[in-house]
C-alpha cells in the first residue's frame, strides 16, 4: 500500500498524517524541521499519542483518531474509532468507526479472556462480561478456567450486533 498523505484538522498549516500512521511536520519552526516524523508514545491503556505544536498551542491526540478522521469514512457519524488488531497499528485499513455499544461489543468478542480469572479465596474460576458500556453482569463460578470461558463466550455470544 502506498503511503498518502492529507492535512491534520485543527493543525492543516502545520502537520499531515497518513494512511500508514504516521505524523509529519509540513511547517518549519523553533527546534523543528520540515518533514519532521513525530514519534508516538503510548498512553497508559496502550493508545499511541502524539503531541501537536503550533506556537503556542499544544494539543495531544490519539494517533487511530487523526488517521480515521483522515482516512476512514464515516457516512452514519458514528463517535468512537474502534480497532482490528493491536492498538499501536494505526494504518487506516486497521481501523474503523463504532458507536459506543459496537467498540464495547468488538472489545468483548476480541478479549476472550477479559472476564475470566481465578478467585483465590475459594479457589474457582470466575466469569463475567459487559453487555454494554458501564454495566458488568456475574456468570458465575468454575471449577476449571475452561468451563468459565465456555460460559463467557456462551454469553458474549447472546449481545446484538450494533456498529
Known amino acids: 500500500m502506498q503511503e498518502q498523505w492529507k492535512p491534520v484538522r485543527e493543525f492543516e498549516d502545520v502537520y499531515e498524517v497518513s494512511n500508514l500512521g504516521r505524523v509529519r511536520r509540513t511547517k518549519r519552526s523553533k527546534g523543528a524541521t520540515v518533514g519532521h516524523i513525530l514519534i508516538p508514545y503510548p498512553q497508559h491503556k496502550g493508545y499511541l499519542l502524539v503531541d501537536l ?31 482490528l488488531g493491536l492498538l499501536s497499528d494505526c494504518r487506516a485499513k486497521q481501523l474503523e468507526w463504532r458507536s459506543e455499544a459496537g467498540n464495547n461489543l468488538h472489545r468483548q468478542q476480541a478479549n476472550p479472556e477479559g472476564g475470566v ?17 458501564n454495566k458488568e453482569v456475574w456468570i458465575g463460578t468454575f471449577k476449571t478456567k475452561k468451563k468459565a470461558l465456555e460460559a463467557r463466550k456462551a454469553a458474549v455470544a447472546t449481545i446484538p450486533f450494533v456498529l
Open 117 to 133: 480469572s481465578f478467585y483465590k479465596r475459594i479457589r474457582k474460576w470466575i466469569a463475567r462480561y459487559s453487555p454494554e458500556p
Open 53 to 83: 505544536r503550533d506556537g503556542d498551542k499544544v494539543k495531544t491526540k490519539a494517533l487511530h483518531r487523526l488517521v480515521a478522521e483522515a482516512f476512514v469514512p464515516n457516512p452514519l457519524g458514528l463517535p468512537e474509532v474502534n480497532h
